[in-house]
């Protein structure tokens, strides 16, 4: 009796703390998977924020190539005295209809220009004023991006600083239970061990009684 209770409860600590570090391994496996699994979305979103700013790099410079090469091709068509000065564009204060501009005293350079022209670097100036707005809500739009992705690894991070302190109290728990396994394993084997002794004593109490009875009996006189 007493060694099947001894074998039933072993069996039961030793499935409780089988159950514990099992659960303990699972939730280690899960914590990390999480982790991987933050590390590659950021990575992922890292990557497509940098391939978006090289192609608006790229654009950029297509597009100011352009304006320089029509600036160019305008500048080409402008009136000799106004082309051997400015060369590839014209500054802004001759856009600007600025007098004595380009060494010519009370000359309007404005005035030098055809109505095509006047109206071509009007189209030319509002489309750059477009395009630099147009790159300043790309940049605004970025740096938002930028900002989403730092909140984002702020709360990665702080999530899993939360999962191993959760680990962390998982093993601290997992390891007060097996000290209490260990102890309890401990009180079995003394229970064990006081139970044999018991044993031994009642069997040599049995003993001794019975040679003690089988003296008295052949002491007693025969009838």
Do not use: W
Request: negative net charge; aromatic residues 4%; contains cysteine.
């Amino acid at each position: 009796m007493s060694r099947a209770f001894e074998k039933v409860g072993a069996t039961g600590l030793g499935r409780l703390g089988l159950f514990q570090s099992r659960a303990m391994i699972q939730q280690r496996e899960a914590s990390n998977l999480l982790g991987v699994h933050h590390m590659a979305v950021t990575q992922y979103l890292s990557e497509q924020l940098a391939r978006a700013s090289s192609i608006q790099a790229s654009l950029q410079q297509k597009r100011v190539d352009m304006q320089r090469q029509r600036y160019e091709k305008l500048s080409d068509n402008t009136p000799q005295s106004i082309s051997t000065q400015t060369g590839s564009a014209l500054p802004a204060e001759a856009l600007q209809g600025s007098i004595g501009a380009m060494g010519q005293q009370g000359v309007d350079v404005v005035d030098q220009l055809s109505t095509e022209q006047r109206q071509v670097f009007e189209e030319e100036a509002s489309a750059l004023v477009q395009s630099l707005q147009a790159d300043l809500a790309a940049v605004q739009h970025a740096e938002q991006q930028l900002q989403d992705i730092s909140s984002l690894q702020t709360k990665i991070v702080q999530h899993l600083e939360e999962q191993n302190e959760h680990v962390d109290t998982l093993l601290s728990d997992a390891g007060t239970h097996g000290e209490q396994v260990t102890r309890g394993n401990q009180q079995l084997r003394r229970a064990k061990e006081r139970n044999r002794q018991a044993n031994r004593l009642l069997s040599l109490f049995f003993v001794l009684s019975g040679l003690l009875l089988l003296l008295m009996h052949c002491a007693s006189p025969q009838d």
